[in-house]
């Protein structure tokens, strides 16, 4: 399609706070129909890494996330800066995390979160290299760090015990790459 199929008219911002702000825009939809459309921008881009040690095994991080109010097993992964480098971004989100350092990074992929809502945009590496140390938690953060197999990890993505949209995407992706289906 080469025309856009919307009409946007006025934008205002209906809330806002460190992490995101929220807009509601009047709009003119495909059908003609008038109406309203939310979207939430988010402030930082979302950057996150598969690490695998010499022997094929990947880290995951574990915590207790505030919206679903449960449990969750996951790549290690946070905000970025738009005006940063995304990969040194990440490095510093790896090491914090877990407290691994990794010598090697390569991008696995790119991809909007949940387009029809937000334009959250994200990019997840593969680190390799690793060095261990202590993990630098930020004060609201209380994480577990858990190495598996890579075929654990594909495993708990296909039984639904990882359901974090970016891991899921980036072990897919790896193991896609890999053969290791």
Not at 31 to 56: I, M
Not at 104 to 119: F, Q, Y
Request: charged fraction near 25%; charge should be negative; aromatic fraction near 10%.
């Amino acid at each position: 399609m080469s025309e856009n199929p919307w009409k946007k008219h006025s934008t205002e911002s209906v809330y806002e706070n460190d992490w995101i702000r929220v807009d509601k825009s009047k709009v003119t939809m495909p059908n003609n129909e008038p109406g309203d459309y939310t979207v939430v921008h988010f402030k930082s881009l979302a950057v996150g890494c598969v690490p695998v040690d010499n022997q094929g095994n990947i880290y995951l991080v574990g915590q207790w996330r505030f919206p679903f109010d449960k449990y969750y097993w996951e790549l290690p992964m946070g905000g970025a800066s738009f005006d940063k480098d995304p990969v040194a971004e990440c490095k510093r989100e790896l090491k914090e995390e877990t407290g691994i350092v990794a010598s090697e990074w390569k991008e696995l992929l790119r991809m909007e979160t949940s387009n029809s809502v937000t334009d959250e945009t994200a990019i997840m590496y593969m680190c390799l290299g690793l060095e261990f140390g202590p993990p630098e938690p930020e004060p609201c953060e209380k994480l577990q760090v858990r190495r598996v197999t890579f075929d654990q990890a594909l495993k708990m993505v296909m039984d639904g015990e990882i359901t974090d949209g970016l891991s899921i995407a980036a072990i897919m992706k790896l193991a896609i790459l890999t053969k290791t289906y």
